[in-house]
Nanobody, 121 residues
Framework: QVQLVESGGGLVQAGGSLRLSCAAS????????MGWYRQAPGKQRELVAT???????NYKDSVKGRFTISRDNTKNTVYLQINSLKPEDTAVYYC???????????????WGQGTQVTVSS
């Protein structure tokens, strides 16, 4: 079994900051890409940021300069530092990871349960 457990969401005023964490646990041989997605009420889930094993990052245009994704490969954990929060950032934030459970298996996509971020104006 593989689990992704997120933490760090909450209610914050506009202009504030949050740091989200997502730790992968279970039977893990290796992890490729890790990322954060979000889903606002009535909208589709969208990509926020991704990071490769080597640290290369990719961001949604509207979060560039405000969000920073990072990872600790020794802890199988990905982080999302969110600064200068805006009301439109309100959403459930999900982490995603491409995980290979054994050397015999291919990479599969796993999702966390989501953590709510609410930004008040």
């Amino acid at each position: 079994q593989v689990q992704l457990v997120e933490s760090g969401g909450g209610l914050v005023q506009a202009g504030g900051s949050l740091r989200l964490s997502c730790a992968a646990s279970g039977i893990i041989f290796s992890i490729d890409h890790m990322g954060w997605y979000r889903q606002a009420p009535g909208k589709q889930r969208e990509l926020v940021a991704t990071i490769t094993t080597g640290g290369s990052t990719n961001y949604k245009d509207s979060v560039k300069g405000r969000f920073t994704i990072s990872r600790d490969n020794t802890k199988n954990t990905v982080y999302l530092q969110i600064n200068s929060l805006k009301p439109e950032d309100t959403a459930v934030y999900y982490c995603n990871a491409e995980i290979r459970r054994t050397y015999r298996e291919s990479y599969q996509s796993y999702w966390g349960q989501g953590t709510q971020v609410t930004v008040s104006s």
